[in-house]
């Protein structure tokens, strides 16, 4: 295949994934409606449902641009041989070709950053400080951007720099080492990161005692879930919005609650939230992705190894010298497609689960009517859309639609005489 066929390919395969991104969101849309469903009455008064609307038509609108002009960059960038003059004044220092891919890699990824940054201060201080949701001051913004590459330099670049070294150093069988190497790396830095890497970022501080940590603790120990602790995190220094996590593997686990969540649910709420989130590591959801991602991972590597010195492909991007750091990079515009039906699938696989957590929080903590309330606080509170259009459901969602959740719930109190429940639902 000559240059022009890949040069080709790799333009095609920008242009199409712009287009369809824009056509779904178009779709989207399209498919909003000014009725708000009954389901929602009580918690989302007609002000704040439109105001959602907005939110999402005001956020597509800037995606839109911002996608426009990083697609322009990118063609430009690709057809003038940027990559070719990053790769020069990475050689100019000098050193062996490990260094000088992490030199390539670092400025290449510094350049995307800058280019990036008005993009994400417009986001943050504009839009989000628009709809209520933003509360991060600059100070603590840029110092986040400084902490990012802190971490790149320390952890990232010596990962890289192992994996440009197997792929130089090795036989035709280097993918396999760098996939052990990356399955191991990953492993461990799942382990480290609630120790080392997610502290640098926020505060995390013990639940006090009280109803809140006493249901939670009870709930854990009747079902035999082990942990190190319950945490809350100062998500509020950022923004309004809500959320709760698990972190960690085995005992190590640790339940994280963002403060601004503990501030606008019950408790029943917040312990079928908690439920849920079990359910995904009762359910063993968390092995099955990982064990998915690390099978996905080998293929991405097996199907590298055939591109990474194809000098045809290197001639497309008008590179002079051929390398495994430039090869990887190119090699990732190629494989945008199996990526792309790979995060279809795996974001099927995700909804499939959600509703499988779901179904074992009701059933080991019979409060359906809490977790419906908690969906919909949920909802409300982060202005999110409750009439996606399927299309962009099936793409793009890891979780089903609020309004689908909901009704599974309800389904399953009606046909489970046990859990049947019907207290007075209470809005927020």
């Avoid at 890949?6 to 498919?31: P, Q, V």
């Amino acid at each position: 295949m000559s240059a022009d066929f890949y040069l080709y390919l790799i333009i095609t395969l920008l242009f199409g994934e712009y287009a369809f991104s824009i056509f779904i969101e178009y779709l989207n849309i399209k498919n909003l409606s000014s009725l708000l469903p009954s389901e929602f009455e009580g918690f989302y008064n007609g002000l704040k449902y439109q105001k959602s609307q907005e939110y999402l038509k005001e956020n597509t609108g800037f995606e839109f641009i911002s996608s426009s002009f990083m697609l322009a960059f990118t063609i430009t960038f690709i057809l003038v041989g940027g990559f070719n003059y990053l790769d020069v004044f990475s050689r100019n220092f000098g050193c062996g070709e490990v260094i000088t891919g992490i030199i390539f890699s670092l400025t290449l990824k510094f350049l995307m950053d800058i280019i990036d940054l008005p993009f994400d201060i417009y986001d943050t201080f504009i839009i989000e400080k628009k709809y209520g949701f933003n509360k991060i001051k600059p100070m603590i913004f840029f110092t986040d951007f400084l902490k990012d590459w802190l971490l790149t330099i320390l952890i990232g670049a010596p990962i890289l720099a192992a994996i440009f070294y197997i792929f130089i150093s090795l036989d035709k069988n280097a993918w396999l080492y760098v996939w052990f190497f990356i399955v191991t790396t990953q492993l461990i830095l799942a382990f480290l990161s609630p120790i080392i890497i997610m502290p640098l970022f926020n505060k995390f501080t013990p639940l006090e005692p009280g109803k809140l940590k006493d249901e939670i603790e009870n709930y854990a120990k009747k079902h035999n879930f082990k942990m190190k602790g319950i945490f809350v995190m100062d998500g509020s220094k950022r923004s309004s919005k809500t959320n709760a996590f698990f972190t960690g593997f085995g005992r190590f686990r640790r339940i994280v609650l963002y403060d601004t969540l503990i501030a606008k649910h019950t408790t029943q709420e917040l312990v079928s939230i908690l439920a849920h989130e079990m359910g995904h590591y009762k359910k063993k959801h968390m092995i099955t992705f990982m064990g998915i991602s690390f099978v996905s991972l080998g293929l991405m590597l097996f199907i590298l190894s055939l591109f990474i010195n194809n000098p045809h492909l290197f001639e497309a991007f008008k590179m002079d010298n051929l390398s495994v750091y430039a090869g990887i990079i190119f090699f990732g515009f190629i494989y945008s497609p199996i990526s792309f039906v790979l995060g279809i699938f795996s974001n099927y696989l995700s909804r499939k689960h959600e509703k499988e957590a779901d179904r074992y929080a009701i059933e080991t903590y019979p409060k359906p009517f809490a977790m419906i309330n908690a969906l919909k606080k949920l909802t409300v509170e982060n202005l999110s859309n409750l009439r996606p259009h399927p299309l962009k459901v099936f793409i793009h969602y890891s979780h089903p639609p609020a309004l689908e959740r909901i009704n599974f719930i309800r389904a399953l109190n009606v046909q489970n005489a046990e859990l049947k429940e019907s207290p007075p639902e209470i809005a927020a």
